[in-house]
């Protein structure tokens, strides 16, 4: 089964300091891609960095970048310099095959809710 | 470019009634997904649409269904509503399967 774990209900950080949000998956895919997103208060879902499995480097979109390591399956997001507007929940995903056909399904992790702290 | 649109924003219906969703694609994209979020299950897929086929369907019951239109705008229609569908129903789109999918802003339902 598709599967992905954020095990950090909660994580809090230093304004300015960098943080990291952990997230493993399980798939028998082997292609896949990974996802993180954020999502305000608001509600809405921000995409903020893609990391595909056949992916040598690590992604990195300005001050996110994702920590790919394959054979531990884990994906992690590193935000540098942290700031107040980062405060938000993070929800880890991945897109998996579904069965033999094209369509592809957009599973998603519980979320971190990340409280930058002034 | 501009974003992914939903409507409405906020609904409030009772139990037994039925709703209608609507969400506009980024313009270009094929594909758009929907997903429901409630605090207790969090984010699950509902369905799946591209050039009007639906191409994937979550755990949900026969009461929740959807449609796609040539221009890409789709709809999720809710009938018989209980109350545990109360729950904020986002649309998501994206050029092509596996590729990063944009939310719109959600729309929260509350069913009383």
């Known amino acids: 089964a598709q599967k992905i774990t954020q095990t950090q209900p909660g994580m809090f950080v230093q304004e300015k300091e960098a943080v990291t949000l952990d997230c493993t998956y399980d798939?028998?895919?082997?292609?896949?891609?990974l996802f993180w997103y954020k999502q305000p208060s608001s509600g809405e879902m921000i995409f903020l960095i893609y990391?595909?499995?056949?992916?040598?480097q690590n992604a990195t979109e300005g001050r996110y970048s994702l920590n790919f390591q394959k054979a531990r399956k884990s994906a992690n997001l590193v935000i540098s310099a942290s700031q107040l507007g980062d405060s938000a929940m993070y929800f880890c995903a991945m897109t998996y095959r579904v069965s033999s056909g094209s369509a592809r399904q957009l599973t998603f992790g519980s979320g971190t809710q990340l409280t930058v702290l002034p | 470019k501009a974003g992914v649109t939903q409507t409405p924003r906020y609904l409030i219906k009772t139990r037994g009634q039925q709703v209608t969703l609507s969400c506009s694609p980024i313009s270009g994209h094929r594909s758009v997904s929907w997903y429901q979020q409630t605090p207790g299950q969090g984010l699950q897929f509902l369905f799946e649409?591209?050039?009007?086929?639906?191409?994937n369907k979550g755990n949900f019951p026969g009461r929740f269904s959807g449609r796609q239109f040539s221009n890409s705008r789709s709809e999720m229609n809710v009938s018989t509503l209980e109350l545990g569908d109360s729950a904020l129903y986002l649309c998501a789109s994206s050029l092509a399967a596996g590729l990063e999918q944009y939310f719109g802003p959600g729309t929260r339902l509350t069913v009383t």
């Open positions: 798939t028998s895919d082997q292609s896949y891609g």
């Open positions: 990391q595909g499995s056949y992916d040598e």
């Open positions: 649409y591209f050039s009007e086929t639906q191409r």
